[in-house]
């Protein structure tokens, strides 16, 4: 893949243009005004003086040794060859650019502009591959500040270690009975939450010391059947939730430490696109999802489709140096693979689901990709899902300021403090109400159901089979379609698997008991 032309290649020097005939003298030295003839006698003179001179190029006068410019007239005798113009060095028709005026250095840049930065029909920058040394002029990856996508030309062959063309990459249905929706009808639903207002209200809470309630607005139309399907909060697993943050302030002291020590730095952009085509190699899926980088997201990540293209927008306040991998597990490795086997099976319409009775995705779909983003980290604490359980299962009962002082005692950072209670009570208007967004307790209840039936659960099948819960895995395992699925490499060796997951639960210290109790 090639990256953008912006960034890899140099600017062209604004120098190298041809500047006018009043530049090209010596400063101080005006150029002799160029006399009329009146009478043939004149014109011989002049034509005289013409050959004795020096010459210009292109028009251009040339000094003389009594630094008079001397113009050149071709003369009426047609039997005699004209003389070949003498050329200037290169070095002397370029103005030097203390010697240009604002005009010509405007008139400069806009002529020295490659050609692919002049719009969309110009040709584009030739490819040079940052993964596959053998990848063709036709293809390339374009990469700005906030995007990365892959190109392909129409027709071209597409080959091992080659990105393949965006109409061959696996298509995710979405919508209902394979009908596409307008993108502007189907807004995604973590932008159609976030606050239109919402950095003025954030500044005015924390002038107002924690005690103003926001008050938030956001673009119509408001997802009504969403916000009313999670205003319920539970408190199945809140004692769950409870112990694993206990025993993470417990090891650490406060959750600043932990994120600093476990999660390292937060990375810059060119080590987290560094970082994406890594293991985009490892899942052998080089081209086939379009990355962005935001600093808008309310999530860690986030992976959607967008015009039949698997898209994932990362959010680069999370992208930390150790944690950065499993954020790709847990968005490319489940999710996405998830998404491409399931379209390879009889239930990947909303009609086939119905067919077959499948039970909802969720929470298997969700606990699984949390599962997998700290999976294999030396101390893979479930801290983010246990907080995001107990500030939703809180909200149900508490105002916005009163939920941002409670949960103060696992957090002291202000401004973590906020996103978490803005998560818990986003969809709200008037967050002086009790009232909560409950979608995300489904990371940490699909956890613990995962982990305690982690001994029944055929893991490479229930990603084969696609978007399908555990509890379906059996009596789809005759009808799927297995032939071309994908497992992510981290899967890929069950029993060390299941060793990272009791791994996992002794390390949060959940009791194996308790959850069959919850869960029989």
């Avoid at 994406?276 to 962005?292: H, N, W």
Wanted: net charge positive; proline share 7%; charged share 25%.
């Amino acid at each position: 893949m090639v990256l953008d032309s912006g960034e890899i290649f140099m600017d062209q020097n604004e120098d190298g243009i041809v500047g006018s005939s009043r530049d090209l003298l010596a400063p101080g030295v005006p150029a002799d005004p160029l006399k009329t003839p009146s009478s043939s006698a004149a014109m011989a003179k002049k034509s005289t003086a013409a050959k004795k001179g020096k010459l210009a190029h292109n028009g251009i006068p040339a000094q003389t040794n009594s630094s008079q410019v001397v113009e050149r007239r071709s003369t009426p005798r047609s039997s005699t060859a004209p003389r070949p113009p003498l050329r200037r060095p290169l070095s002397l028709e370029m103005t030097p650019r203390h010697l240009r005026g604002p005009e010509e250095q405007m008139a400069d840049r806009r002529l020295v502009q490659p050609p692919w930065r002049s719009g969309s029909a110009v040709p584009s920058p030739p490819a040079r591959s940052l993964t596959n040394p053998n990848l063709g002029s036709g293809g390339w990856m374009r990469r700005s500040e906030s995007t990365c996508s892959v190109n392909y030309p129409v027709g071209s062959r597409v080959s091992r270690g080659r990105m393949r063309p965006a109409t061959s990459l696996p298509h995710i249905a979405k919508g209902v009975g394979g009908t596409m929706l307008p993108a502007s009808s189907r807004p995604c639903l973590l932008v159609a939450l976030r606050p239109l207002n919402l950095e003025q209200e954030k500044q005015t809470f924390f002038q107002s010391d924690y005690k103003y309630e926001p008050q938030f607005e956001y673009a119509p139309p408001e997802p009504r059947s969403v916000l009313e399907k999670y205003r319920e909060g539970s408190g199945l697993f809140l004692e769950q939730a409870v112990g694993i943050m206990e025993c993470v302030l417990r090891k650490f002291g406060t959750y600043e430490n932990f994120e600093e020590v476990t999660g390292g730095s937060v990375l810059p952009k060119s080590q987290v696109w560094a970082a994406v085509r890594k293991y985009l190699q490892k899942e052998g899926c080089v081209g086939e999802v379009v990355v962005r980088l935001s600093d808008e997201l309310l999530s860690q990540a986030v992976m959607v489709v967008e015009s039949c293209r698997p898209t994932l927008t990362i959010n680069l306040a999370g992208a930390r140096q150790h944690w950065l991998e499993g954020m790709l597990r847990h968005e490319i490795g489940t999710h996405y693979l998830r998404g491409v086997n399931n379209n390879q099976q009889p239930w990947a319409t909303s009609e086939g689901r119905k067919q077959f009775g499948l039970k909802p995705a969720n929470p298997t779909e969700e606990g699984l990709a949390s599962l997998h983003s700290v999976l294999l980290r030396k101390q893979p604490f479930l801290w983010r899902a246990a907080l995001l359980y107990y500030t939703v299962y809180h909200a149900t009962s508490m105002s916005f300021s009163q939920l941002f002082s409670h949960i103060s005692r696992f957090v002291q950072d202000p401004d973590v403090r906020w996103e978490y209670c803005l998560r818990a009570k986003r969809g709200q208007t008037d967050t002086s109400k009790p009232g909560c967004f409950s979608k995300d307790q489904v990371y940490l209840d699909g956890i613990l159901r995962i982990l305690r039936h982690r001994r029944a659960i055929d893991f490479k099948t229930l990603t084969s089979l696609g978007k399908v819960s555990y509890e379906d895995v059996e009596r789809l395992r005759q009808l799927a379609v297995l032939s071309r699925t994908r497992i992510p490499h981290f899967m890929r060796d069950q029993e060390r698997y299941l060793q990272h997951l009791d791994h996992i639960v002794a390390v949060n210290e959940l009791d194996d008991s308790a959850l069959q109790d919850l869960l029989p």
